[in-house]
């Protein structure tokens, strides 16, 4: 061979230019790495996905004729990491050429960078063909510690790639529907919740090399995965989306329910990871909501399909946006020098507080949580708490079978711990109890009180949510947004903000407890 192509494990992407013409003298490696299973500690379904999904587009390529070289951990685990491997393979098949497609991840684009792979072998990078703004512009839409705002950015793409535009005005007169959204469910809303497609991917091979190979993981396994590892189950995913999930997508989008039994991703599309993985192209997946909202209009309403547009289009091009222009520093920002360890039920579920119980034995359960229960559920927990954002985002990184850093560090580190000082957001998203009350029915059948703040049955949130507010004063009540809360906080008497307090302290104290 003369020509070695790199495709790494979220390069799924059988659209990019490189499959469009066969070539005997290029050789396609796509390999197991021990350095990307112990980067952070994994949930073991998110490994058993990416490395069947890894080896089911080596098969496609293959199937279509290219030649592909697929390397198990059995064949890599003596290499110290990608670049040994990559000087291994060249040196064996006689490469003059290397390719690789942009990564994603901070990590690996440094040891791409320049891979030393002896001299005589130009280098050559491509574009990953995924992402709906190329990487070399992104420099011009994000500059390293300037905040960015997400509606502003949402709003340039939309004219920019002509998405629900009507000329230059927005479709349907609004930029943005949130505020006919954010309903909870309410019971009798929870029979019509549609069952969640799941698939039966046999890992068992996966899963003994993982075994044999000790890499260390955590979370439930399952065998067969439900997860899709396939193009053509990726494309079930969205079309049950579009059609079962998208004309309550945007009204529900904020909801949580514990009701739900096997219904645990409500209207969301779970298809994050194919996404991240590329086996779908975001365009690909905003034309199919946009087509089944112009098809349907009577059951999917614009503000259905423009949530779900707003995820896609927006949030996931500006977080990778802001990543790229704050990385590396992005990594170890902790605005609050939040230092407390992460509580033990993180891993294990075992809380007395319902929310935390059913939002981490769901992660534990199916690597999946929808956005509100990382958001304001996982993530307000460790704000309000001061957690050290180090662990925070391991967690998060390891947990989640759609967490990869570009996407994990800045909605964890930025979106929900304000580690980066309001980079990503333009306020804490910091909620007590009432919040989470509000969104679902969580706390009806919770140890704890919701209404309470000071005694031993107080929900610790709402004592939490004031030490945090206070701890932070001076910098969020000049903060227009969160500065009218402590208006009500003033007008209570000495006695019970000192109870709220020592309420909080004590629970701060105790949190592996709680
Ligand atoms: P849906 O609710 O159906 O949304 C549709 C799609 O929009 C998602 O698949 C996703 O691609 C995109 N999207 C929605 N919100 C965001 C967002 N804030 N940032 C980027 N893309 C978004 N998403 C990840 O893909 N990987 C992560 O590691 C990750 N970590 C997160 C950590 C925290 C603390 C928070 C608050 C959010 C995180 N998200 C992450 C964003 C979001 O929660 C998930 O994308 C979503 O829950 C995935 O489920 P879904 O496919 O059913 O999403």
Redesign the pocket.
């Known amino acids: 061979y003369q020509r070695l192509r790199l495709i790494l494990g979220d390069q799924l992407n059988a659209a990019h230019r490189w499959f469009r013409k066969k070539d005997d003298r290029c050789l396609y490696l796509i390999a197991e790495l021990l350095q990307e299973t112990n980067y952070v500690r994994h949930h073991i379904q998110k490994l058993c996905a990416f490395f069947a999904a890894m080896a089911s587009f080596a098969d496609a390529l293959k199937q279509s004729g290219h030649d592909v070289l697929y390397l198990t951990l059995d064949d890599t685990a003596s290499f110290d990491d990608l670049p040994a491997l990559l000087r291994h393979v060249t040196e064996k098949y006689g490469i003059t050429d290397f390719e690789y497609q942009q990564p994603d991840e901070h990590r690996l684009q440094q040891q791409l960078l320049k891979p030393s792979l002896g001299s005589g072998i130009t280098i050559n990078r491509y574009e990953s063909e995924h992402f709906m703004l190329p990487f070399d512009e992104l420099e011009s839409y994000f500059t390293p510690g300037k905040a960015v705002r997400m509606e502003a950015f949402y709003r340039k793409m939309r004219k920019r790639f002509d998405i629900l535009m009507e000329g230059d005005q927005p479709a349907g007169g609004q930029w943005n529907f949130d505020s006919d959204n954010r309903q909870s469910l309410k019971k009798a809303d929870l029979a019509e919740i549609p069952e969640p497609i799941l698939f039966a991917n046999p890992v068992t091979d996966i899963l003994q090399r993982i075994e044999r190979h000790q890499v260390a993981h955590f979370g439930v396994p399952t065998d067969p995965l439900i997860w899709p590892v396939t193009r053509k189950q990726s494309l079930q995913v969205l079309k049950h989306?579009c059609r079962y999930c998208l004309p309550s997508?945007g009204r529900f989008?904020d909801a949580m329910t514990a009701d739900s039994d096997h219904r645990w991703?409500l209207y969301?599309?779970?298809?994050?990871f194919a996404?991240?993985t590329k086996m779908l192209h975001p365009k690909q997946v905003i034309e199919a909501a946009i087509a089944a909202w112009q098809a349907s209009p009577d059951t999917i309403t614009i503000a259905q399909v423009e949530g779900?547009v707003r995820?896609?289009l927006g949030?996931?091009e500006f977080?990778r946006g802001m990543y790229w222009a704050n990385m590396p520093e992005y990594r170890s920002m902790n605005h609050f020098n939040a230092r407390r360890t992460l509580p033990a039920f993180f891993w294990t579920g075992e809380t007395h507080m319902r929310c935390l119980q059913q939002a981490v034995s769901q992660s534990l359960d199916f690597a999946?949580?929808?956005?509100i229960q990382?958001?304001m559920v996982?993530?307000n927990f460790c704000l309000l708490a001061g957690i050290d954002p180090d662990q925070v985002d391991e967690w998060?990184?390891g947990i989640?079978l759609?967490?990869?850093e570009w996407?994990?560090l800045p909605?964890?580190r930025g979106?929900?711990q304000f580690g980066d000082g309001g980079l990503v957001a333009s306020k804490p998203y910091a909620g007590s109890g009432n919040y989470i009350n509000k969104m679902s029915d969580y706390c009806r059948g919770c140890h704890y009180n919701v209404k309470e703040k000071t005694t031993e049955n107080a929900c610790p949130l709402n004592s939490l949510y004031w030490h945090f507010m206070l701890r932070h004063r001076d910098q969020l009540a000049v903060n227009h947004r969160t500065g009218v809360v402590y208006k009500g906080w003033d007008k209570r008497s000495n006695d019970e903000q000192r109870a709220v307090l020592d309420r909080a302290e004590w629970c701060l104290e105790n949190l592996d407890t709680l």
């Open positions: 989306f997508f989008q991703s969301h599309s779970r298809l994050s996404l991240n779900f995820q896609v949030w996931r977080v999946y949580a929808h956005h990382r958001l996982a993530g998060y990184l989640y759609d967490a990869i996407v994990e909605n964890t979106m929900s």
